[in-house]
């Protein structure tokens, strides 16, 4: 059994979990302790212990350790991603991508780590003198989500780490093993006893316990827009510094200048990569009436050519559905789109030639933004498609949601590149590439429900890991 990590010592949870393979649930990828509320409370105790000598180490002594974290996971990323693979779901290519994507995030922390910057700033009365500093904000909870079971983990493990934060650390129940990888490598790399905990189980266990402790000062959190919403109240009964990336529901416009050679891969791989299973996926299509018809012909084409099936199988370009509850889920929002008016292609379940949750990706077709199916974010391989007739339409249809994560346009016109860039409720957006898929040094983040807080990711990190100190000095 895979034990959970507090104060420097691996520990038996109160029980375990089964680890099963989603493309093949007779497959145990193993055993994983899950942690108690009391097991919650010796790990921030510890972090609080282990902070001041963590926060006042050498930067070097920072940047050292997520560097050799970064080597290791580079040296690992073919077994790493084969194991990601087979608990969440996604193309050995893409978990052997995420594996390394990861590395990249602890080799960009690594530097930061050393260079962590203030400001002399000239005060406005004589022979003052001012410095405005960046000091840890403390003790920080991480709770992440499934879909991304390293790279997630090692955009807010990374940072907290290198600006000198001690952390509790909480993976998704569905997906622990890839975070326990991760745990051992910081642990061999010499973490010291305490900076950094793992504490795997249930949500309503171990993160609630997390969230509510008083010895935890900030709370970094990945997933649903519920939980999250839950978590921020919950936070602020304890004055507790919060930042949340939550849901998407991201349009990408395809303008009748659109270059369909580009349009169609960048919407194909936003909308179905990955399963669908993405904050970041294209699950809104928002298409000009003159390219219409041409462009759903194409996509629906290049959509039902995708082979869907074992993960690790090299021909495969879509795994399984993450669980049966995701997959009953996703089910239910296609019978709900055909329920609503929409013309549903593809979609169904597929029998795999071993027990999986195989799905079809699927095209609502005829959707409207009055559509349940078109509003509310599925997580799965499902897209509506809105017919509009200009870019004024495009850009309200787009706009008209209660989220704003990622955003998108397909076109030609430098004019709507920069008119869509300009008044898109996103806080990313794309031209001509897919919604999905970010770089790791910029920040990341969105507006309205899909984000609370600070960006994460790159040097805009540091906003939510410091807190920021200004001290007077008199020299006369």
């Known amino acids: 059994m895979k034990q959970n990590l507090v104060a420097g010592a691996w520990l038996d949870g ?34 609080r212990a282990a902070l001041p000598a963590w926060a006042g180490a ?15 996971l580079l040296a690992r990323k073919d077994e790493i991603g084969r194991v990601l693979a087979r608990e969440e779901g996604k193309t050995l290519a893409e978990a052997i991508g995420e594996t390394a994507r990861a590395a990249q995030v602890f080799r960009f922390f690594a530097g930061e780590a050393i260079r962590v910057a203030g400001d002399a700033i000239a005060s406005v009365r004589p022979d003052v003198d001012v410095d405005v500093v960046r000091e840890p904000v403390g003790v920080v909870g991480l709770i992440t989500p499934w879909n991304f079971p390293i790279a997630i983990p090692a955009w807010k493990i990374a940072p907290a780490l290198a600006y000198g934060n001690t952390v509790v650390f909480k993976p998704a129940d569905l997906t622990p093993a890839s975070a326990h990888i991760l745990t051992q ?3 061999n790399a010499g973490c010291p006893a305490g900076v950094f905990n793992l504490v795997m189980g249930q949500g309503s266990v171990v993160g609630n316990a997390i969230v509510s402790h008083p010895q935890v000062d900030a709370i970094s959190f990945t997933g649903s827009v519920p939980v999250g919403r839950g978590l921020a109240v919950q936070a602020a009964k304890g004055m507790k510094k919060v930042q949340l990336e939550m849901g998407g529901k991201n349009p990408i416009v395809v303008m009748d200048d659109a270059d369909l050679d580009i349009a169609v891969p960048a919407i194909l791989n936003g909308a179905f990569f990955s399963t669908g299973q993405r904050c970041t996926a294209s699950s809104r299509i928002i298409v000009q009436d003159g390219i219409h018809d041409a462009f759903v012909d194409r996509l629906t084409a290049e959509m039902l050519a995708l082979k869907v099936g074992n993960p690790l199988d090299p021909s495969v370009q879509i795994g399984p559905v993450v669980s049966e509850k995701q997959l009953n889920g996703n089910l239910g929002y296609v019978d709900l789109a055909k329920q609503e008016g929409a013309e549903v292609i593809g979609g169904q379940r597929i029998q795999g030639e071993t027990d999986g949750y195989f799905q079809a990706p699927a095209l609502f077709l005829n959707a409207t933004n009055a559509m349940r199916s078109t509003r509310e974010e599925i997580f799965g391989p499902c897209a509506s498609v809105i017919k509009v007739a200009d870019f004024d339409e495009a850009l309200a249809s787009a706009n008209d949601t209660e989220f704003g994560l990622s955003s998108g346009i397909c076109t030609s016109s430098l004019k709507y590149a920069r008119e869509f860039k300009r008044r898109s409720q996103a806080g990313m957006v794309m031209v001509n590439l897919p919604t999905a898929g970010v770089d790791y040094h910029v920040p990341f983040g969105g507006r309205k429900g899909s984000s609370h807080g600070s960006r994460e990711q790159g040097r805009y990190a540091a906003e939510f890991y410091t807190i920021v100190k200004t001290a007077y000095s008199f020299a006369g």
């Open 14 to 47: 109160l029980d375990a979990v089964e680890n099963r393979n989603p493309a093949d649930v007779s497959e145990v990828i193993g055993l994983y302790a899950r942690a108690s509320a009391d097991h919650v409370d010796q790990a921030a105790q510890a972090a």
């Open 58 to 72: 050498s930067p070097q002594v920072r940047s050292d350790l997520l560097e050799a974290v970064a080597q290791e």
């Open 185 to 187: 490598i910081i642990h």
